[in-house]
């Protein structure tokens, strides 16, 4: 695999950002997969899903959140607090979950007391709970105010003309990471979990041009290797966002590979193409407001325990790893659902509770995986 991925999924301010910066452009941080990436890179500007990685510590995020809440925007408050931001020229914020809705407001009140740390573009982006028509005229006239604010914050103008062109190019994407799937999912896989996660890590902090020409060298690269991985047991990795790929090595170690997941870092990045005709806008509300994986979407848990079914078929999985960080309340409280459902249907479960960040519980995750996979090859011996 190219190292290119590797270096930018494991680092905050990789060389991509900063030549995108040197080049006088701006880069602009969101915090949650509804965010239209299309409509900031239609303005010239770099898209960058912000994430918590790197934090080493909570002196700041406990400050002001507390320490009973979800330590993913604890610990983005962390690094922000820290200054490791620095290089983003705006941030928008939304209410994925009532911890992530606080990040808005406990980032602007440590704006007020540690200098420079606030970006100057700052935006609070509503994001409906539910799919329906009336949801989608809301979630329309909200994109429009963000294109709105961007434009003038900017001083751009972003024309139906050049969101067509963004939403062509990360279709292109989008249809390029289908394909990747298929060498995570095939009997012997040709790329491991590890590497998969890099992989679309990646494409959240880096131009989305420079992305696509990489995942073709990488598909190519895929197409004439021979997998290695025939032998390990299959497992899906679903649940809190995971964009840690030493988390998934971790799950991996000698014996397991991570074929599928349902991520929000993962592939939920990549799901569904938006619409190219008709109105941009509204093909953008309708493909980032259909993304009803997240349980934060109200009255569709069927629909996401069938669709984890169907994964799991089509990926051949031995097992499931259903994993939330703690006081994740909502896919803490799926999880169990899922776990006694997807048992039901005859597919093995492992649910697992962490801490987001540095993998202080090493030996207690290993010691849980290692026993589930115990527990996957009694089953296949009695079968």
Request: glycine share 8%.
């Amino acid at each position: 695999m190219n190292s290119a991925f590797m270096e930018a999924a494991i680092s905050l301010n990789n060389d991509y950002v900063r030549e995108w910066k040197e080049a006088g452009k701006k880069v602009v941080g969101y915090t949650c997969s509804y965010v239209p990436d299309e409509l900031l890179y239609a303005a010239g500007i770099l898209p960058y899903r912000v994430r918590g990685f790197g934090a080493t510590e909570a002196t700041i995020g406990d400050t002001y959140f507390g320490p009973f809440i979800c330590s993913l925007p604890k610990a983005m408050l962390q690094l922000a607090g820290e200054g490791r931001f620095d290089f983003l020229d705006g941030a928008i914020i939304t209410p994925g979950c009532d911890s992530m809705r606080r990040l808005d407001e406990c980032w602007r009140k440590a704006g007020e007391d540690i200098s420079g740390i606030l970006p100057k573009f700052f935006f609070h982006f509503g994001v409906p709970h539910k799919y329906a028509d009336y949801t989608v005229k809301w979630f329309i006239e909200e994109i429009l105010r963000l294109k709105a604010d961007v434009e003038r914050h900017f001083g751009v103008s972003v024309s139906d003309d050049r969101l067509r062109e963004a939403i062509r190019l990360f279709n292109k994407s989008r249809d390029l990471l289908e394909r990747f799937d298929g060498f995570r999912t095939a009997g012997n896989p040709a790329i491991a979990g590890t590497e998969a996660l890099a992989v679309i890590l990646a494409g959240t902090t880096m131009s989305r041009d420079i992305y696509v020409k990489l995942l073709e060298e990488l598909l190519e690269t895929l197409e004439q290797s021979r997998g290695t991985l025939k032998d390990r047991t299959r497992l899906m990795l679903v649940g809190s966002a995971s964009d840690d790929v030493n988390l998934v090595r971790l799950i991996e170690g000698e014996r397991a590979v991570v074929v599928a997941d349902n991520l929000c870092f993962g592939s939920r990045f990549h799901a569904d193409r938006v619409d190219e005709t008709g109105d941009p806008i509204e093909a953008l509300a309708k493909r980032y407001l259909a993304k009803n994986e997240c349980p934060r979407m109200y009255g569709e848990y069927d629909g996401r325990l069938k669709m984890l079914i169907d994964k799991a078929d089509r990926a051949n999985v031995d097992g499931v790893i259903l994993q939330n960080i703690r006081f994740c309340d909502l896919h803490g409280s799926e999880n169990g659902l899922f776990e006694r459902d997807l048992e039901k249907a005859g597919i093995p479960c492992l649910k697992i509770e962490r801490e987001y960040g540095p993998l202080v519980e090493t030996g207690r995750l290993k010691m849980r995986v290692e026993a589930f996979l115990e527990r996957i090859g009694q089953r296949r011996q009695s079968a």
